[in-house]
């Protein structure tokens, strides 16, 4: 039997573990796998794009564990009642194909990729940042201003969206949040004025600029999570020419994140290389930084092997007979008939 993980069993871990906990050990467990870097067998995620969004599949591998993740994107959905990202992931023993692990990930991607966020912010953003503007305040955005705030001491939030339902609903949800301010502003250019960090998370498939050079300040650090597909960005390329750029993956980021825009030769630092103390994080005071995120697969990885550790103690699991129940591993054909099964189940 295969343990499957629901968003009910999500939603049920998050309340045992407590969410500022949950968030502390993802980063944890992301940084040991960044740390790691080199023992991982990694490639761009395979993607089937279309007119209205796109489909990928996500893989990576050590020598040990395996996982993928499917996972959509579809600025369109919230039209038909559907979420935007939808997704779900394995993880399996290297050697032997097992899977170990079939998982919910869409609530759990907005929690790796919030807990992403701040593992790289800590190593970019000023010390002392208490001020984040968040453009973009759709399903992802609760959970960027919560790991922001309970891990890195972001106590003020200025919020702008397109969508002013959107911002709405971040603070219905936010409301009373000890120690944390919620401004509702008029502009992007409104909510980013007097910001430490920016934390861009729009949704719309297309070439934007959300964030250009007039409202940039000395010393901000942009966390730019929102492109992460071929034709869809939100920084001005100005905005990269004047930033220190860090990167997940090199190759993936330059096909779908906001360097896309960049010459090839356009100087980016994958952030593991930050982590190992072989390059440089933030420079100066006055340095502004840019995360050009994307999404990489070793995140998911990090998250399902989080999930597997402290999910199925607790129990929050339900047995999937995904595979064949066979006696003889070699008659496969025998499962179909009757008495194999009979003898099988015996």
Same mark, same amino acid.
């Given at each position: =039997?295969?343990?499957?993980?629901?968003?009910?069993?999500?939603?049920?871990?998050?309340?045992?573990?407590?969410?500022?906990?949950?968030?502390?050990?993802?980063?944890?467990?992301?940084?040991?796998?960044?740390?790691?870097?080199?023992?991982?067998?990694?490639?761009?995620?395979?993607?089937?794009?279309?007119?209205?969004?796109?489909?990928?599949? =996500?893989?990576?591998?050590?020598?040990?564990?395996? &996982?993928?993740?499917?996972?959509?994107?579809?600025?369109?959905?919230?039209?038909?009642?559907?979420?935007t990202v939808m997704a779900f992931g394995v993880l399996a023993d290297v050697a032997t194909g097992l899977p170990t692990l079939l998982s919910e990930l869409t609530l759990t991607t907005a929690l790796r990729t919030a807990a992403t966020s701040v593992m790289v912010a800590k190593r970019l953003a000023r010390p002392g940042s208490r001020v984040m503007a968040l453009i973009g305040n759709g399903a992802q955005s609760e959970f960027q201003a919560l790991a922001f705030h309970h891990l890195l001491g972001i106590n003020e939030l200025?919020?702008?969206?397109?969508?002013?339902?959107?911002?709405?609903?971040?603070?219905?949800?936010?409301?009373? =949040?000890?120690?944390?301010?919620?401004?509702?502003?008029? &502009?992007?250019?409104d909510a980013v004025r007097g910001a430490d960090i920016v934390t861009t998370i729009t949704a719309d498939k297309t070439n934007a600029t959300i964030i250009t050079p007039d409202m940039l300040a000395p010393g901000q650090h942009l966390n730019a999570v929102g492109g992460d597909c071929p034709g869809k960005t939100e920084l001005h390329p100005e905005v990269l020419r004047r930033a220190r750029v860090v990167v997940e993956y090199e190759p993936q980021s330059r096909i779908e994140g906001d360097v896309q825009q960049m010459p090839a030769d356009f100087p980016v630092t994958e952030f593991w290389r930050v982590l190992a103390g072989q390059a440089p994080g933030r420079e100066s005071a006055e340095q502004i930084t840019v995360f050009d995120s994307v999404g990489f697969a070793l995140e998911d990885f990090a998250a399902l092997r989080l999930l597997h550790d402290l999910a199925l103690p607790l129990g929050l699991s339900t047995p999937l007979p995904l595979l064949p129940e066979l006696a003889d591993p070699r008659d496969l054909f025998g499962c179909l008939q009757p008495q194999a099964r009979a003898r099988a189940a015996a």
């Open positions: =039997m295969t343990p499957l993980l629901t968003p009910q069993d999500i939603t049920q871990l998050v309340q045992r573990v407590g969410l500022p906990d949950l968030l502390r050990r993802l980063v944890s467990y992301l940084e040991a796998d960044f740390l790691r870097w080199a023992e991982f067998d990694k490639t761009p995620r395979v993607a089937a794009h279309s007119p209205v969004g796109v489909i990928e599949l =996500m893989p990576i591998a050590d020598a040990r564990q395996y &996982s993928f993740k499917y996972v959509n994107g579809h600025p369109g959905n919230a039209r038909a009642g559907l979420p200025r919020l702008f969206d397109i969508d002013t339902a959107a911002t709405a609903k971040l603070q219905r949800n936010l409301a009373g =949040m000890p120690g944390l301010r919620l401004t509702a502003c008029a &502009s992007t250019a």
